[in-house]
């Protein structure tokens, strides 16, 4: 028995370890999602009591420690490892034809690193001081210095990056098995002009992590130096901090912010091109239709990887970088509106003329076109330096992000729970309480996100743990008020959904191989898969991955595997 | 799967539904104006409102063009039985819509660099007012050349806040002798202003909103930034940059005042450092 669940624990199984992944992004994001609730009620009501902090009410210093680790959680543990990490582990390698990852026990080390870094961060919440205050960015000199710049500072601001790094090198390792299943592992028949976009999209994102977490590993690397061994990077001369003059010169903290955000908006692509490819194979399903401009989907996915490197600088239009930089960052950063305003224009174009069926998971595609149209037009602002005078730092720029990214992405990892549930567990999840949990979220994130716009623009700070210094701000309480009840009937709602994950999981109507009469060849395997993914047959690729509705077809789908000559089959 | 899905109205009309109230609502609020920055108070702060609300039209045309597209498909394309029909794509349609996106967009950012150009691309007007903005845990420092028009020499291991000198001011410098240090930013109205921003410890902001100005005060770094206020007023400075515990009451104000009162102010500042 414990030799079985040894096995089962430390498997190289693509399949369990794409689990894995799942279940602990779901830890994550309820972790995640709890320390947003207590920073929603300390906004909403400042003088409010807490019952399990010293006491009583929370003080600046705590709210900016849980503003740090939910936006490190959120994008590192669940953006990071959900979209990519979990649905590409477990789906890549069938999706391809493959019976494995190219590199099975490289595979299961990255997520057993991802878990040691998750735990490596909680434990900051538990050492002297806390967790840190500097942010999911950490800028230098607040993170540099150690304890003296602030609580949390000291041992929880060191676990913060020990953590990173041990997510770099996981990220890093698993970026490259994608990279080399891909290119090494598709069946006969498999073109790359074949792959479903899911797959493209994982192949887009694994390059942009092998690049970007290397630089992020790098500079976390640097940080740490300056922290611990007294190098200065990032620590100018001069620094006077509570009166006591550091020891530290010769380095630069607007290099810490390049080397970041070097990584830092490769990263909101990394989060939502997993998504966009469950969009696009969603709607194209759902819709009967092939997906519109296929190869258009493949280009502007490589233009938004390349481009996506060239945009960092629009971080920093205020932070003392060259105003020239400033403007050519801007120039670069409306570029990539391009790609992303075609790609919107395909998902329309998917499900026009359609026969639009309104499952679980089309629901939350269609939610994801239009949260991403709403989040990523609020860019159009914030690319702009002038612009940015005056929404720069404001909860417009919290709006926008958490819209794009993280909803948007959050939209497209339960489209695709929805979609392979069947897949992952022989079982169909309940529809009634998918369908529930679609229109309560839907209308739930609006809830919490678009006032949040307003707020920004009405010159509402982020980053502060309260409002109550600043006479302008007091004004904009009513909205944080709002806010907060959003951001609680929001989260309530998802109760709904781990209620019908997990019921499912073991009382849900048995699932047949291809529930959704799809066309690729995760559907022509058993539900769920077999140990090598196909069993006896003999995998080949005949056809593109979205022939619905093909004029002259007996059913309105053929599915990758069939050969030319021979009827499809619908299932049930 | 039955070939025909029961059903697909309902979720189409309240799909359709919901992006209708999305849409509605935001277009209600934005045209209400309930949620806008103060008046400018400079030129430049114009050009950037400007700049906002050229912006805040055209993407909110995007915006409404595309969510009612998206609610009109899903409502007209809902499954009623009928074949979907086989559109793998259209080349001529994919040029139009880049060519579109890359006027629509590229120009939009191209006309948004007059105004960022103005203020950051060139220095100052001669004959500016110079004001030194130094930020630290948690606090403003504005510091005023005094009658000889420059600043004393400053030295960080001179910095002692208890013996009151929070800047370091070397009192060996005879430049430093008629420096004035204050807590707030009092400059007089129609005269262009030049701030050096400086920061003794982490990265701190500036923002004014009236002013359309928002700059990081970085350690290690003199990062100037000028302005012409053209309304007597008092006005918030708040710090944008996460800065420690304080961030959220590191606050202090600008105060634009008439001339005569400018130079009341800094008699009286003088005699009191």
């Given at each position: 028995m414990i030799g079985r669940t040894h096995s089962r624990l430390f498997s190289s199984d693509h399949k369990v370890i794409g689990l894995q992944y799942c279940f602990l992004a779901m830890i994550a994001v309820v972790t995640g999602i709890v320390l947003s609730l207590l920073m929603r009620y300390h906004l909403a009501w400042p003088k409010g009591h807490l019952p399990f902090i010293t006491g009583g009410i929370m003080t600046p210093e705590q709210y900016l420690a849980l503003l740090t680790m939910h936006g490190t959680i959120m994008i590192f543990f669940v953006l990071t490892t959900a979209p990519q990490n979990a649905f590409g582990t477990y789906f890549l390698p069938l999706q391809i034809g493959a019976r494995e990852m190219a590199f099975p026990v490289l595979n299961m080390i990255g997520f057993w690193l991802t878990f040691a870094a998750f735990i490596v961060l909680l434990a900051a919440f538990f050492v002297q001081g806390g967790a840190p205050i500097s942010g999911w960015t950490a800028y230098p000199p607040l993170s540099g210095l150690g304890d003296i710049t602030g609580p949390g500072e000291g041992a929880g601001q060191t676990l913060w990056i020990v953590s990173i790094l041990i997510f770099c090198v996981a990220s890093v390792l698993s970026s490259v098995n994608f990279i080399a299943t891909i290119i090494e592992m598709r069946a006969p028949g498999m073109t790359l002009m074949r792959m479903p976009l899911t797959v493209w999209a994982w192949f887009i994102t694994s390059i942009l992590i092998m690049l970007s977490f290397s630089v992020l590993l790098a500079a976390g690397v640097l940080l740490l130096l300056d922290r611990?061994?007294?190098?200065?990077?990032f620590a100018p001369a001069g620094l006077v901090v509570t009166s006591q003059l550091q020891?530290?010169?010769?380095?630069?903290?607007l290099l810490w912010q390049h080397l970041f955000w070097f990584f830092g908006h490769p990263e909101v692509y990394i989060a939502i091109l997993p998504g966009m490819g469950v969009t696009s194979q969603v709607l194209s399903n759902f819709s009967r239709k092939p997906v519109f401009g296929y190869p258009a989907m493949v280009v502007t996915l490589s233009a938004i990887g390349v481009l996506g490197f060239g945009v960092w600088g629009h971080h920093m239009f205020v932070s003392g970088m060259n105003p020239y930089s400033g403007f050519t960052f801007s120039v670069l950063t409306m570029s990539i509106a391009v790609p992303s305003a075609a790609k919107t224009f395909n998902w329309l174009g998917t499900l026009w003329g359609g026969k639009i069926q309104f499952t679980t998971p089309m629901l939350f595609a269609l939610g994801f076109v239009s949260v991403f149209i709403t989040g990523g037009l609020s860019g159009i602002f914030l690319a702009q330096p002038a612009v940015d005078n005056i929404l720069h730092a404001t909860y417009f720029v919290v709006a926008h992000l958490h819209l794009v990214m993280g909803v948007a992405a959050i939209f497209g990892v339960f489209a695709a729970i929805y979609y392979w549930f069947p897949k992952m567990f022989g079982r169909m999840m309940s529809e009634p309480l998918g369908k529930a949990h679609f229109w309560l979220t839907f209308a739930g994130v609006y809830c919490i996100f678009l006032p949040m716009h307003f707020m920004g623009i009405a010159g509402?700070?982020?980053?502060?743990?309260?409002?109550?210094?600043?006479d302008y701000l007091q004004a904009l309480q009513p909205l944080h008020l709002f806010m907060t009840i959003a951001a609680f009937f929001t989260a309530a709602v998802q109760i709904i959904f781990f209620f019908n994950f997990f019921r499912s999981m073991f009382v849900g109507k048995p699932a047949t191989s291809n529930p959704w009469n799809a066309t690729t060849l995760e559907w022509a395997t058993t539900s769920p898969p077999p140990r090598d993914n196909f069993g006896p047959a003999k995998v080949m690729v005949y056809r593109g991955a979205y022939e619905y509705s093909v004029p002259g077809a007996p059913a309105d789908f053929i599915p990758q595997h069939l050969p030319p000559s021979a009827p499809p089959r619908p299932s049930s | 799967m039955k070939n025909r899905q029961r059903g697909s109205t309902l979720p189409a009309v309240l799909f359709a539904l919901v992006i209708l109230a999305l849409v509605a609502f935001t277009v209600a609020i934005f045209l209400s104006r309930k949620f806008a920055s103060p008046a400018p108070i400079s030129d430049n702060a114009a050009a950037v409102n400007h700049q906002y609300l050229l912006t805040l039209w055209i993407v909110g045309a995007v915006f409404v063009l595309a969510q009612l597209s998206l609610a009109f498909a899903v409502f007209r394309f809902r499954d009623r039985g009928q074949r979907a029909r086989?559109?793998?794509?259209s080349v001529a349609l994919e040029v139009a819509c880049t060519a579109a996106a890359v006027i629509i967009f590229l120009g939009l950012g191209a006309l948004g660099k007059k105004a960022w150009a103005a203020v950051r691309y060139t220095g100052p007007p001669t004959g500016s007012i110079q004001v030194e903005v130094t930020e630290m845990q948690f606090q403003f420092l504005f510091r005023y050349p005094g009658a000889d028009g420059k600043f004393g020499r400053l030295d960080p291991a001179l910095i002692n806040a208890a013996m009151g000198n929070p800047l370091g001011i070397d009192p060996n410098s005879p430049e430093g002798k008629d420096d004035i240090v204050t807590g707030t930013l009092a400059v007089p109205v129609d005269r262009p202003v030049e701030l050096l921003l400086r920061s003794q410890d982490v990265i701190h902001g500036f923002l004014v909103r009236e002013l359309r100005l928002q700059q990081d005060a970085v350690p290690g770094m003199i990062i100037p930034l000028h302005f012409t206020p053209n309304k007597i007023g008092k006005y918030d400075i708040v710090c944008t940059q996460l800065c420690g515990l304080g961030h959220q009451r590191m606050h202090s104000y600008l105060e634009v005042m008439s001339e005569a009162d400018y130079e009341k102010f800094l008699k009286q500042q003088a005699a009191a450092q």
């Open positions: 611990s061994f007294g190098t200065s990077f020891s530290h010169s010769g380095g630069s903290p509402g700070i982020r980053r502060y743990a309260d409002f109550t210094d600043v | 086989f559109l793998p794509g």
